[in-house]
T-cell receptor, first 114, second 115 residues
Framework: DGGITQSPKYLFRKEGQNVTLSCEQN?????MYWYRQDPGQGLRLIYY???????QKGDIAEGYSVSREKKESFPLTVTSAQKNPTAFYLC?????????????FGDGTRLSIL | AQSVAQPEDQVNVAEGNPLTVKCTYS??????LFWYVQYPNRGLQFLLK????DNLVKGSYGFEAEFNKSQTSFHLKKPSALVSDSALYFC?????????????WGAGTKLIIKP
């Protein structure tokens, strides 16, 4: 079955540590996205990528970094510069940015501070 | 400013009764509107969308939504609620070119269906 796989499901970060969240899709989508979800705030866009080797900052990119070396993969690194990383992180994909097709979501990674 | 509002944090409905989850939007140009559902500790699942055409859109699990241009609303409805409909519901609208056509998300509405 086609879909988006996020791993791990739960992740714990120590102070000063960088952690990387994995996102893989087999939907043959060009566009991929990372969102942060906090209670009562909806989804906020961290980064998005329209195509391989290209990515753009979203609304809350500070303290995060991404790469897009393969069409299928869009990992997110939460760096030590992100002072409040505790949240639910969602990866999504779509055929193209801004078209009329829905985004497809993975089941998320919950990141907590140790 | 482009925005989406879901005015109710929580909606409580008795099983078998009709339900409505409200959404209003403000966006430049013609809106692309979406509804998604999220179950606990899961990702979002697409329910339905309005792009153009009929104002009443039918989607998954018996849900429908009515696009009202004059009121800039896109309320989600279902004629008869099920306990299994209890979840978090998000409305989203595609922003214009000045925001790189990204989705703008509402804060979500928790729907509770009581047996």
């Amino acid at each position: 079955d086609g879909g988006i796989t996020q791993s791990p499901k739960y992740l714990f970060r120590k102070e000063g540590q960088n952690v990387t969240l994995s996102c893989e899709q087999n939907l043959n989508h060009d566009a991929m996205y990372w969102y942060r979800q906090d209670p009562g705030q909806g989804l906020r866009l961290i980064y998005y990528s329209q195509i391989v080797n290209d990515f753009q900052k979203g609304d809350i990119a500070e303290g995060y970094s991404v790469s897009r070396e393969k069409k299928e993969s869009f990992p997110l690194t939460v760096t030590s510069a992100q002072k409040n990383p505790t949240a639910f992180y969602l990866c999504a994909s779509s055929y193209r940015v801004g078209d009329n097709q829905p985004q497809h979501f993975g089941d998320g990674t919950r990141l907590s501070i140790l | 400013a482009q925005s989406v509002a879901q005015p109710e944090d929580q909606v409580n409905v008795a099983e078998g009764n009709p339900l409505t989850v409200k959404c209003t939007y403000s966006v430049s140009g013609n809106p692309y509107l979406f509804w998604y559902v999220q179950y606990p500790n899961r990702g979002l699942q697409f329910l339905l969308k309005y792009i153009t055409g009929d104002n009443l859109v039918k989607g998954s699990y018996g849900f429908e939504a009515e696009f009202n241009k004059s009121q800039t609303s896109f309320h989600l409805k279902k004629p008869s609620a099920l306990v299994s409909d209890s979840a978090l519901y998000f409305c989203a609208v595609r922003a214009g070119m000045d925001s790189n056509y990204q989705l703008i998300w509402g804060a979500g509405t928790k729907l509770i269906i009581k047996p």
